[in-house]
Each structure stands twice: as C-alpha cells, then as structure tokens.
C-alpha cells in the first residue's frame, strides 16, 4: 500500500466532507505508522467531525501524550470533551491551548464557553 498516496486520498476525502470516509482510509496509515503525528491528528478531526467523539478523544490523548506542547490537539480535546458534556475534563485542555496560543480567537472561545458552562453548573 502506498500510504502517501492513501493520506493524499484521505485529505481529499476529508475536504470534501466525508470524515467517515476519510477515517476508513487513515486508520490503516495510523496502524502503520503510530508515530506520524499528522495523520493521527487528521484521523483524530475526521472522528471529531463524524461525531466518533470517544475515537476523537483516544487519538488526541495519544497526541497530547507525545507532544504536550501541541496546542492544536489540546484545543481539538477540548472540544471533544467538551461534546462529550465533560465540561471540567474539557476545561484543562482548553485553558493549556489557549495559554499556549493567546492570539487565537477560537481558543478564547471555546475556553470562555466552557468556563461560562462549568461556571454555571452545566
């Protein structure tokens, strides 16, 4: 298997709105090869946006795991747990991505919304 050529179809896959399929063709990539960072970071979005959050989370905490200081996958956890209604769980990763990367807006965000949500109990 040509696995460049497979993550080339992945992305195109992923682009064009199919995360499922998109998975289908990474997961195999990332059996392959468990420390390429970016195809697991681009399998650990295809799952978050097909709503396989509980995959999302797994794919990120192993990213999070090697490089603790990928803002991005602390950010993209975040939001996974954050779907997964564990507010206090989300929190963490969101504060870390956005002190990490102040200048970005969708970090504040995310982190003032599920600030706002563990404020106030939700």
């Known amino acids: 298997m040509?696995?460049?050529a497979e993550y080339r179809r992945a992305t195109m896959f992923f682009e064009?709105?199919?995360?499922t399929g998109a998975a289908r063709l990474l997961e195999?990539?990332?059996?392959?090869?468990?420390?390429?960072?970016?195809?697991r970071q681009?399998?650990?979005?295809?799952y978050f946006q097909s709503a396989q959050l509980n995959r999302a989370e797994e794919q990120l905490r192993e990213l999070v795991d090697r490089d603790p200081s990928?803002?991005?996958a602390h950010h993209v956890l975040g939001r996974t747990l954050e779907r997964l209604n564990r507010h206090v769980d989300a929190l963490?990763?969101?504060r870390i991505a956005a002190a990490m990367h102040?200048?970005?807006?969708?970090?504040?965000?995310?982190l003032d919304r599920v600030q706002s949500?563990?404020?106030g109990g939700r």
């Open 102 to 110: 102040s200048a970005n807006d969708d970090y504040r965000t995310a």
């Open 70 to 72: 990928d803002h991005y």
């Open 92 to 94: 963490r990763h969101l």
């Open 2 to 4: 040509d696995l460049l």
């Open 117 to 119: 949500r563990v404020a």
């Open 42 to 46: 681009l399998l650990a979005r295809a």
């Open 16 to 19: 064009a709105g199919d995360p």
């Open 28 to 39: 195999p990539i990332v059996e392959a090869e468990p420390g390429n960072a970016s195809v």
